[in-house]
Nanobody, 127 residues
Framework: QGQLVESGGGSVQAGGSLRLSCAASLYSFRYYLLGWFRQVPGKEREGVALIDTDGSTVYADSVKGRFTISRDNANKFLYLQMNSLGPEDTAMYYC?????????????????????WGQGTQVTVSS
């Protein structure tokens, strides 16, 4: 089992931006389906974005057009660029690795596909 470590969270005002990073110590990183998920206390963890081995991506409707997921296979990093943040984006954000699978909405809903998870980084957006 590999290790995933998130960073880049923090507190911002509405309309601001943050870039989350996830450093992975996974063998054959390039072959993993990767994703960002978020959770608010008292609610289920939800998928935010996925990126598969071909670089194809999918986003939750709530973040489409504002967030961008990307990966750096050479250095084993996963990123999430978050723009136009709003209070509704406040959550603990987790990166995850797993697969096999393609970057689709059904895959994002099947969190059992993701075997490795980070500890999370908190994002707080104030209005």
């Amino acid at each position: 089992q590999g290790q995933l470590v998130e960073s880049g969270g923090g507190s911002v005002q509405a309309g601001g931006s943050l870039r989350l990073s996830c450093a992975a110590s996974l063998y054959s990183f390039r072959y993993y389906l990767l994703g960002w998920f978020r959770q608010v206390p008292g609610k289920e963890r939800e998928g935010v974005a996925l990126i598969d081995t071909d670089g194809s991506t999918v986003y939750a409707d709530s973040v489409k057009g504002r967030f961008t997921i990307s990966r750096d296979n050479a250095n084993k990093f996963l990123y999430l660029q978050m723009n136009s943040l709003g209070p509704e984006d406040t959550a603990m954000y987790y990166c995850a690795a797993g697969g096999p699978g393609r970057a689709t909405i059904p895959t994002m809903s099947n969190q059992r596909l993701f075997r490795d998870w980070g500890q999370g980084t908190q994002v707080t957006v104030s209005s």
